[in-house]
């Protein structure tokens, strides 16, 4: 028993265990794993940075693609070309740009893809200005051929207005032609004994009537048609001889009313016609040259005169 109590030592007094080789150990491979999380973070910011700058690159270039785009719609729509497809593509465009700034899983996965189409989107911008170049030559010659189509209607219109003024001016001339007019007026005197007496100058007392005849001229381009002959005489104080009882009335001629002495109704046949009034003052005609007109249609036909002594 005493052997046995013997053997058995307090710890204190048990020789201490070398734990130097342990801990350096342990020390070591904190320190190893401090240094390979610290490589490792600081290559996760080294692709990080990498992929954020590709990122900026594909949407600068995607950005400067659809600007470029735009400028080519504009201008293919000015010049009167198709830009459906091209708008699609910049909607498509437009939409690549959003996600790409939104979307981290699309971004790793696409910023190959839509460097490819950016690619694809120089060649077609390309192709495009071929486009472009061809609708300018063919607006030029649209443009030529619209200042020679201009220059044509221009033409036909002068032709036309200058057809047109002939036709008026030859209107004109045919209705100046047309009117009828009368030669070799004479105006007689009828005394109350039914004597008449010619010359132009005549007393009172040898006026019971007035007989005014001339001949209506042949016109061959007159229109067959009836005709109403207005007759004015007018006496020395240019008061027109009137007397509704007797047939006389108004007219118009140049935009004025003016009165007649007595009218009658003829056919004409464009042949020549001998006319004669017969005019009954009932009082006497006042001393002085009286004028004496005929109208029709509102124009002179002819006129001449007479004195009362």
């Known amino acids: 028993m005493e052997d046995q109590n ?9 020789p201490k265990k070398n734990r130097t080789p342990v801990f350096i150990v342990i020390t070591f491979l904190l320190l190893a794993a401090i240094v390979f999380f610290y490589y490792q973070n600081q290559q996760l910011e080294e692709e990080r940075a990498q992929q954020q700058q590709e990122i900026s690159n594909t949407y600068l270039k995607l950005d400067s693609v659809s600007n470029e785009l735009e400028i080519r719609i504009q201008t293919i729509k000015e010049l009167g070309g198709n830009i459906d497809t091209l708008e699609a593509l910049k909607t498509q ?3 690549d740009k959003k996600q ?3 979307d981290a899983q699309y971004q790793r996965g696409q910023i190959t893809k839509l460097n490819n189409r ?4 120089k060649e077609l911008l390309l192709l495009k ?6 609708l300018k030559v063919l607006n030029e010659q649209l443009s030529e051929e619209n200042t020679t189509l201009k220059v044509e209607k221009n033409q036909l219109n002068q032709t036309v207005q200058q057809l047109e003024q002939n036709k008026q001016e030859l209107a004109s001339k045919v209705a100046v032609a047309s009117r009828l007019e009368i030669e070799d007026m004479r105006i007689n005197a009828i005394n109350d004994n039914g004597k008449e007496r010619d010359g132009g100058e005549y007393r009172n007392r040898h006026i019971e009537q007035l007989k005014i005849q001339f001949t209506v001229v042949e016109n061959e381009i007159a229109p067959i048609e009836g005709k109403e002959l207005l007759l004015r005489v007018i006496a020395p104080d240019g008061n027109v001889l009137f007397d509704v009882t007797r047939g006389s009335g108004s007219f118009t001629f140049e935009n004025r009313e003016m009165f007649y002495t007595a009218k009658q109704e003829i056919l004409y046949d464009r042949n020549s016609q001998l006319v004669t009034f017969l005019y009954n003052k009932g009082s006497e005609y006042a001393v002085g040259q009286h004028k004496v007109e005929v109208y029709t249609d509102d124009y002179l036909m002819g006129k001449g005169s007479f004195m009362v002594k």
């Open 6 to 14: 013997s053997s058995e030592q307090p710890d204190y007094l048990k």
């Open 93 to 95: 465009l437009e939409a």
């Open 100 to 102: 790409l700034l939104v």
């Open 129 to 134: 200005d071929e486009e472009i170049e061809q």
């Open 118 to 121: 950016v690619d694809g989107y």
